[in-house]
C-alpha cells in the first residue's frame, strides 16, 4: 500500500522514545489489542504494518476456525488509528516527542468501514494501514487485513478525531 499523495508527510526518522510509546500504547495500554496479541512490526509516516498470529479466542465460526469479523474490524481500527497519529507526529517533528504524543489523548474514531471480501482462516495475518489525509481536526485512513500469503481479506476506510 503506498501513497502518491504530496500532501502528507514523508517519511521521518522518529525518535526511538517516540516509536516506543507509540508500540506500547497500541501493544500493551490498549488492553483489547494485548488480548488479541496485535504486534505492531513498523511505524512510519507513510504506513503502518503488524500482525496477528491466531488463536482459538478469536474463532468467529468455529466449523472453519475462521477469525471473527470484530476482531478484523477492531484490528483495522487500530492500526488506521496509529497510521493517522504516525503521520500527526510527522507534521509536527519540530515538537519534542512527549509534546506530539500528549496530541493524541483526545484521537479517536469517528467513522468505520470494513468491506469482508474472503473469510479470514489461517494462522497468522498481516495488516498494511496508511493515512490518506490528516487535518487539523480530522483524519483518514486506510486499511487492509491480508492472511499470510498476502490474499487480500478484508479492507477498510476510517476518519479519526486528530484534535
Do not use: C
Not at 522514545?17 to 509516516?45: C, H, P, T
Amino acid at each position: 500500500m503506498t501513497s502518491t499523495r504530496t500532501d502528507l508527510p514523508a517519511d521521518v526518522d522518529f525518535e526511538p522514545e517516540f516509536l516506543a510509546a507509540l508500540r506500547e500504547i497500541y501493544e500493551e495500554k490498549i488492553l483489547f489489542n494485548q488480548w488479541m496479541g496485535l504486534r505492531v512490526d513498523s511505524i512510519k509516516a507513510t504506513g503502518i504494518e503488524a500482525s496477528l498470529v491466531m488463536k482459538p479466542e478469536l474463532v468467529g465460526h468455529f466449523a472453519y476456525h475462521r477469525i471473527h469479523g470484530g476482531v478484523i474490524s477492531a484490528v483495522l481500527d487500530a492500526m488506521g488509528s496509529l497510521a493517522v497519529m504516525a503521520a500527526w507526529g510527522a507534521k509536527h517533528m519540530d515538537e519534542p516527542p512527549a509534546k506530539r504524543l500528549e496530541r493524541f489523548t483526545r484521537h479517536g474514531t469517528i467513522d468505520l468501514r470494513i468491506d469482508f471480501l474472503r473469510p479470514g482462516i489461517g494462522e497468522r495475518f498481516l495488516i498494511h494501514a496508511q493515512a490518506l489525509r490528516v487535518g487539523a481536526k480530522v483524519g483518514n485512513a486506510r486499511m487492509e487485513f491480508l492472511g499470510a500469503d498476502g490474499k487480500l481479506l478484508s479492507t477498510g476506510t476510517a476518519a479519526y478525531l486528530t484534535s
